[in-house]
Structure formats: structure tokens, C-alpha cells
């Protein structure tokens, strides 16, 4: 990546994620859980707490900053920052005005064994995570975004990362930190920004439309390093 680019998109990057940590944990932490919904339905009891499903759960988080690797129209980028801005906005204000919770979906602490390195993982995101703003899914609007801006910047690029959005769609039921109907209005968010600021939106004629190989491979170290610094921790604990 050139300086100027990654300096720039960085900028634009730090932006949105300190909007989303303000807005998300300011939303999360100020609301009443005695006053929020659940949605749980026939479908939510049926789906299996699955542990192990959390290292997908949390993939998320470096899938967030997936445009900053492959996305090298500036163009592009913009509008996918702005499309990452305006999901947030929506969520967040309906977090406020809706809140839902996860208390009672979610499993007991008498289901987690803190000496397993997964159960351990989701007891450390409960403790972390408030236990309201779940519709829509922030997590899976966001996948979504992420993968739709893939797709604009390459084809095949944005195949796995919506193989990598529909896997994490599925672990935020199997963790039970969302309801469906929370991932099926998290995805819909995102088709809709998708449609509003990205759709069509690809590299101009002779710009290059990804970074390659180096920002796969370095998008890869960003992935391994995060789930290394989750094993340092728990083999510190």
C-alpha cells in the first residue's frame, strides 16, 4: 500500500470505529435492560449454544476493517466508510428507541467451564458486550457491508468474504448473543446501504480495484494475531 493511501484511509477508518465505540457502548451502557424486548421465537429455542461457534462470532471484528486491505479505489472506500457510518447511525438510534435484550437467551454462567479456551472466549464477550442493542444485528450489517464492498472492489474477493458474513451470521444465534429475526434485519440494513452508497461503485477505468496478494496476506496476520492475543490471554489467566 502506498503512504498517502493507507494514512488517509486510516484516518477514515479510526473515524468509524471510534463513532462505533461511542455510540455502541454509549447506547449499550445508558439503557435499562428491565425495559427491553425479547424476540425470541420456536426457531431461537431450537438452535444449539455452541461454543466453539465464538472464534467465528469474533471474526467479525478484524472483517470490519476488511476494505482497508483490499479496497484501494479511494472512491470506493469512501462510500464504504460512509455506508459503515449510516448502518450505525440507523442502529443506533433504534438501540435507543428499541432496545432488545439477550438475558434471557443467553447461556447461564453454570453452562460455561472457564478452563476451555471457547467457553472461556464467550463468558469474556458477555462480560464485555452489554446485554442490550441487538436489533438489528450491528454484527451482521457490518459483515455484510464488509463483504458487499469486497465484491465491488473484486468478484471473487467478495465471494469468500460473503461466505465469511454468512458463517458469522449463523454464530451470532449459536452463541446466543442474537436472536434471528435480529440477523435477518441486520442483514437487510446492509443490502440496503449496500443499494444506497456502494452498488456499482467498482475502480475506475485503470485504477486497480484491490491490493492483491500483500493485503490479503497482511488482512490474514491481522486475523491470526487476534486470535493469538485471545490465547495469550486465557493462558494468562
Partial sequence: MRARDTGWKAVWTLAVAAFFVGGYFGVGLSAAPSAARELGTALDAAIPFVPWTVW?????????????????????????????????????????TYPVTSRGLRAGPAALDPSAFSEWAVGVLYRLDPPVNLFPSLH??????????????????????????????????????????????????????WAAFLRGHRADPGEPGTYGA?????????????????WVLFASS
Avoid at 455484510?144 to 454468512?166: D, N, S, T
Avoid at 490474514?220 to 493469538?228: D, F, I, K
Fill in 56 to 96: 467465528i462470532y469474533l471474526a467479525v471484528f478484524p472483517m470490519a476493517f476488511l476494505p482497508l486491505f483490499v479496497v484501494r479505489s479511494r472512491a470506493l472506500f469512501t462510500r464504504t466508510m460512509v455506508a459503515y457510518a449510516a448502518v450505525m447511525a440507523v442502529s443506533f438510534v433504534v438501540f435507543a
Fill in 140 to 193: 451482521l450489517s457490518v459483515a455484510g457491508l464488509a463483504a458487499f464492498a469486497a465484491w465491488e472492489a473484486r468478484r471473487v474477493y467478495g465471494a469468500f468474504a460473503f461466505a465469511a458474513a454468512a458463517a458469522i451470521g449463523v454464530s451470532i444465534c449459536t452463541v446466543k448473543q442474537h436472536f434471528v429475526v435480529d440477523g435477518v434485519a441486520g442483514a437487510a440494513l446492509a443490502v440496503a446501504a
Fill in 214 to 230: 500483500p493485503g490479503v496476506l497482511a488482512y490474514l496476520a491481522l486475523l491470526a494475531a487476534m486470535y493469538a492475543g485471545f
